[in-house]
C-alpha cells in the first residue's frame, strides 16, 4: 500500500487543479472571515462577544465546502475522462486497493489545509473583531469541526466522482446534495419532513461547524449521520468501480 500512497500522492501535488482548489478553498475562508468580521466590527455599536466572532469567521464554509467537493470528484473523474484510469488500474489492479490509496492520500491532504484555513478564518476574525473575552475550548472546536467538515465534503465528491465517473454530472449532484437539497428538505410539511430535514446530509454535519443542536443531532453526532451518507456515496461508488470497465 506505501507505494500506492506514494503514487496517489505524486498524482495530487502534480496536478494544478489541485493546488487551485485548495488556494481557493483557504482564500475563501480567510476571505469571507476578514469581510463578515470587518462589515460586523464597524456596524457593532460595542465590543463583539466571542461566541459570534467565532461563529462569523467560518460563513466560508459554505462555499469551501463547494470547493472541496469540486476537488474530490476530479481526483478520480479526471482519470476517467483522460482514460488514465486505465494505466492506473494496470499499475494496481486491486481496485480496491487503488481507491482506499486514493482516500486515504486526499482526506490527509485535505484535513491539513482545511485545518490550517480553519484556524487561519478564526484567527483573522479574532485579530480584527478583539472581543473582550474567548473560550478557547470553542475555538478549538469550531475549528476542528470546521476542517473535518470540508474534509468530509471532498470525500463526498470523490465518492460521487467513483458513483458517476462524468465530472459535470458528479459535480452538479454533489453542488444538490450539499447546497440545494438540504434547503429544500427544510420545506417538507409535518413531522416526517422535519424528520428528513434533521438527517439530511449537510443539514446534520454543518451542525459540527456551528457548534448547534437541531432536534434529536448535537454537533457530533450530527456529524456522524453526514459521515453515514458519504460512506454511501463511497461503498455505492465502490461496488460499480469493481463492477464496471475502466
Not at 38 to 51: E, F, I, L, R, T
Not at 219 to 243: D, E, Q, T
Amino acid at each position: 500500500m506505501i507505494d500506492v500512497f506514494r503514487a496517489e500522492w505524486t498524482k495530487i501535488r502534480s496536478v494544478r487543479s489541485t493546488v487551485w482548489t485548495l488556494a481557493v478553498t483557504a482564500v475563501l475562508m480567510l476571505g469571507f472571515s476578514a469581510l463578515v468580521s470587518a462589515v460586523a466590527q464597524n456596524m457593532a455599536n460595542g465590543p463583539v462577544p466571542g461566541s459570534q466572532v467565532i461563529a462569523s469567521s467560518l460563513t466560508g464554509v459554505m462555499l469551501a465546502s463547494i470547493s472541496m467537493a469540486t476537488l474530490g470528484v476530479l481526483v478520480i473523474s479526471s482519470e476517467y475522462r483522460t482514460g488514465g484510469i486505465r494505466t492506473s488500474l494496470m499499475a494496481v489492479p486491486q481496485r480496491m486497493r487503488l481507491l482506499t490509496g486514493k482516500i486515504v492520500v486526499f482526506a490527509a491532504v485535505s484535513l491539513v489545509v482545511c485545518l490550517v484555513a480553519s484556524v487561519g478564518a478564526v484567527g483573522v476574525a479574532l485579530a480584527i473583531s478583539q472581543p473582550p473575552s474567548v473560550d478557547m475550548g470553542e475555538v478549538a472546536r469550531a475549528s476542528l469541526g470546521s476542517g473535518l467538515y470540508l474534509t468530509a465534503c471532498g470525500l463526498f465528491g470523490l465518492g460521487l466522482g467513483t458513483l458517476i465517473r462524468h465530472t459535470p454530472g458528479a459535480i452538479v449532484s454533489a453542488i444538490s446534495l450539499i447546497m440545494v437539497l438540504p434547503t429544500v428538505a427544510t420545506q417538507l410539511p409535518g413531522q416526517w419532513g422535519r424528520t428528513v430535514a434533521e438527517y439530511f446530509t449537510t443539514n446534520a454535519g454543518l451542525l459540527v461547524v456551528s457548534g448547534d443542536s437541531h432536534g434529536s443531532l448535537g454537533p457530533w453526532s450530527g456529524f456522524a449521520v453526514y459521515l453515514a451518507w458519504v460512506a454511501v456515496a463511497m461503498i455505492a461508488g465502490a461496488v460499480l468501480m469493481r463492477r464496471r470497465d475502466a
